[in-house]
Each structure stands twice: as structure tokens, then as C-alpha cells.
């Protein structure tokens, strides 16, 4: 006998933000590496060593293992041993290398500077036994599909 499912459907409204690079007509990728694991707070790739954030939450392998992240969806997921879903994706101003200094502040997106290859500080959250982690640390992209970097917004 077949059991028929009531038909559903999932909106998600988006706000306006000047620090989302986030649009319909194209889209880019990007790996994305949490600061907060490591020997400091502060910066990327440095050691293997689990720290507790700001909220008392444990960072693990999960973010010291960089995500991959799809950007025109605003989702992505995390690696290492027991990865989630990564959600707003927020992507801030541009620094010049891996080795650079990365705190809550991610600066403002800017369009003009935004290119494949590029590393941008850059903040996310993800969902985890029932606690959201607030992640911030580096974006580097690696793809852009006919996404216009000066007009993330509009189609």
C-alpha cells in the first residue's frame, strides 16, 4: 500500500547585507578556514589543538579540517571527523596572505577587490547537537561561475 506525503515547502528569507556576497545569477566557491582552533584564536592552519570559543563551545576537527562552502546558496560543509552544514556565509575584506591577522570584524565586502584566488576574512555559523557555532577566519575562492563580483545582489 502506498503512503502519500503532504505536499511541503522550505523558504528562507534572506536580509540585505552589505558583508553577503550572496546572488542568484552566478555563483562562486570557496574553502573556508576557522581561525579559532590552533595555537591562537587569530590566525589559520596553525596546529592541530581544539579550543572553546567565545560561547564555551569546543571547536574540533570539524574546523580545523578547512570546509568547502558553495556561496550562491549561502551553505556549504565542514570537514573532519564529524562534519555539519555551514550557513551565513558572510565575506569581508580582502588580505594578502593565509598568515593574516583574523578576529570577529571581518571588514566590509568589497566588489571591486573580489577575484578567484582571492583571500577574504570571512564569518559562518553551523548547527551542531542542537548549539549554533559561530566560526570567523579566512575564505579563499577558488571558482567563480558567472557571478559579478560588483553586483553580488542583483540577477
Known sequence: MKKWLTPSAIQENLMADAAVAVTSCGSYNATLYCAIPGIDKNHVNDGPIPRLDDSGLWHLSECINPGTADITAGTGMESGYNPHPIHDIK??????????????????????????????????????????????????????????????FRS
Open 91 to 152: 565575506i569581508g575584506t580582502k588580505v594578502d596572505s593565509m598568515k593574516s591577522y583574523v578576529d570577529k570584524n571581518i571588514g566590509n565586502y568589497n566588489g571591486s577587490t573580489f577575484s578567484e584566488g582571492g583571500i577574504y576574512k570571512a564569518s559562518w555559523k553551523s548547527d551542531a547537537n542542537g548549539d549554533v557555532y559561530n566560526h570567523y577566519g579566512l575564505a579563499k575562492v577558488n571558482k567563480l561561475t558567472n557571478f559579478d563580483p560588483a553586483h553580488p
